[in-house]
């Protein structure tokens, strides 16, 4: 059990519970997107990425108690970052993800899958599309609960560039999880290989991380 990290606890004053592994009823081996799904080939924004990304929305959803929101954040998570064509800023990968959403076959089955239906496409797409925007959206959006749930999951993988400024995260939830969103990237980026195992290995790490 690793209770501390560079001298902060992993759960800075927060009660230490194991959230529940999935938000959706799905194995985890189709939890988060395979390599060959991403445009892009890429370190920062591949699979690792995402699946520290949907660790730390399991635990968003757990700790802020929005279980309603989860199918939809796990599916926001799934597909943020697979229309990226490139590592550098973009404004639009977001809509271009939720573009293949509406194109392609395979990422509507697998939505189905975790019980989601074209109902929840809307606020999914909304949420995918604002996450990169370059005007940030505001809580009277429509949508704001999953934007803002998606957007510090994201935030907090912030840590792989060095750049997080938990001021801007939108949860005092999220700002707790700083240290842990540390530990987690330090013990699995570049250690545990992606493929079909990842999030399961990654998942094995953060429970480890958490007590």
Same mark, same amino acid.
């Given at each position: 059990?690793?209770?501390?990290?560079?001298?902060?606890?992993?759960?800075?004053?927060?009660?230490?519970?194991?959230?529940?592994?999935?938000?959706?009823?799905?194995?985890?081996?189709?939890?988060?997107?395979?390599?060959?799904?991403?445009?892009?080939?890429?370190?920062?924004?591949?699979? %690792?990425?995402? +699946?520290? /990304?949907?660790?730390? @929305? =399991?635990?968003?959803?757990?700790?802020?108690?929005?279980?309603?929101?989860? !199918?939809?954040?796990?599916?926001?998570?799934?597909?943020?970052?697979?229309?990226?064509?490139?590592?550098?800023?973009?404004?639009?990968?977001?809509?271009?993800?939720?573009?293949?959403?509406?194109?392609?076959?395979?990422?509507?089955?697998?939505?189905?899958? %975790?019980?989601? +239906?074209? /109902?929840?496409?809307? @606020? =999914?797409?909304?949420?995918?599309?604002?996450?990169?925007?370059?005007?940030? !959206?505001?809580?009277?959006?429509?949508?704001?609960?999953?934007?803002?749930?998606?957007?510090?999951?994201?935030?907090?993988?912030?840590?792989?560039?060095?750049?997080?400024?938990?001021?801007?995260?939108?949860?005092?939830?999220?700002?707790?999880?700083?240290?842990?969103?540390?530990?987690?990237?330090?013990?699995?980026?570049?250690?545990?290989?992606?493929?079909?195992?990842?999030?399961?290995?990654?998942?094995?790490?953060?429970?480890?991380?958490?007590?």
């Amino acid at each position: 059990m690793l209770d501390y990290f560079l001298g902060e606890p992993i759960n800075e004053g927060v009660a230490v519970t194991v959230p529940r592994q999935h938000l959706v009823p799905l194995p985890a081996d189709r939890i988060v997107p395979m390599p060959e799904l991403f445009l892009h080939a890429s370190t920062l924004h591949g699979q %690792a990425h995402v +699946t520290r /990304v949907m660790v730390h @929305a =399991i635990r968003l959803v757990d700790a802020t108690g929005q279980q309603e929101h989860g !199918a939809r954040l796990w599916a926001a998570v799934f597909l943020h970052d697979i229309a990226r064509r490139h590592d550098g800023v973009c404004h639009r990968h977001g809509s271009d993800a939720a573009r293949r959403l509406r194109e392609e076959t395979l990422l509507q089955q697998r939505l189905t899958e %975790a019980g989601l +239906t074209a /109902v929840d496409y809307p @606020a =999914i797409e909304a949420a995918i599309t604002a996450h990169c925007a370059p005007k940030e !959206a505001t809580p009277d959006h429509e949508h704001w609960p999953l934007i803002a749930l998606l957007k510090d999951a994201d935030a907090l993988d912030r840590v792989r560039l060095g750049d997080l400024d938990p001021d801007y995260l939108r949860h005092p939830e999220a700002k707790s999880m700083l240290a842990f969103a540390q530990a987690l990237f330090d013990h699995t980026d570049g250690i545990i290989a992606t493929g079909e195992t990842h999030f399961q290995q990654v998942w094995d790490v953060s429970r480890d991380l958490i007590g």
